[in-house]
């Protein structure tokens, strides 16, 4: 197909296209003459990619192309997995917090305790070790208590996740998987618990029976 069509079929305009390909982020096509090159559906299949990590998973260009690197790459899916973790974790900043050492150890005894095989040094453990040292800053206790509450869930989620991409699938789809799965499963989670939040304080406190759940729940106003 030319690009006009690989533009129609994935609703990436072509000037957007043109830029995938002189950032590397998109493969070249098949010259068919010095100005022109046709495309195949592993365009079609990376441009849908690189558009969920855009547009949904929130990723920059530069972020985007570390993720593709790693989903080029002939390493192991664990290794991947921490190749993306590395590219969209935020910074993790409050190392300078008097609460750090504390948190810290927090987290190390909860992955001890659980026996998770993971990183007390990885992009992962520092953000979270810098929001329980914030919330220790904030006083709120209550909620840095959660911490070891929310664990159980958070492992069954992983194993659902690393079920879902590995049956049945070859390597390179479940590399694929794993990258998708950690980008756009955080935007899915973030969004479901929010979700869960409106109805878990509407039974909490009460709501009118009449009342707006568009406009009070976050939705366009006029």
């Given amino acids: 197909m030319r690009m006009a069509e690989l533009s129609r ?9 043109k830029y995938y390909l002189r950032e590397g982020l998109l493969l070249p096509g098949e010259r068919t003459s010095p100005n022109q090159a046709i ?34 790459s002939p390493e192991i899916p664990f290794e991947v997995l921490g190749t993306v973790q ?20 927090r987290v190390a005894k909860l992955l001890l305790d659980r026996g998770w095989r993971a990183n007390i040094d990885g ?21 840095a208590g959660l911490l070891e509450r929310y664990a159980p869930a958070a492992e069954k989620i992983a194993e659902f996740d690393v079920a879902a991409v590995t ?9 694929e998987g794993v990258v998708i799965g950690t980008v756009l499963g955080d935007v899915m989670l973030g969004a479901l ?10 039974k909490a406190l ?17």
């Fill in 9 to 17: 079929r994935t609703g990436v305009p072509v000037p957007t296209i």
């Fill in 39 to 72: 495309y195949d559906e592993t365009h079609i299949r990376r441009l849908r990619m690189i558009r969920a990590l855009t547009e949904v998973g929130g990723l920059s260009i530069a972020k985007v192309r570390d993720v593709l690197d790693a989903v080029d």
């Fill in 86 to 105: 590395h590219s969209i974790e935020p910074p993790s900043g409050g190392t300078g917090s008097e609460y750090w050492e504390t948190a810290r150890e």
């Fill in 123 to 143: 992009p992962p453990a520092k953000t979270l070790i810098a929001a329980l040292a914030s919330l220790y800053e904030l006083g709120r206790e209550d909620l």
């Fill in 167 to 175: 049956r049945d699938r070859g390597i390179e789809d479940t590399i």
């Fill in 193 to 202: 618990r929010r979700l869960a939040h409106q109805h878990a304080t509407a």
């Fill in 206 to 222: 009460g709501l009118p029976e009449n009342y707006d759940y568009e406009k009070g729940s976050g939705g366009e106003h006029e």
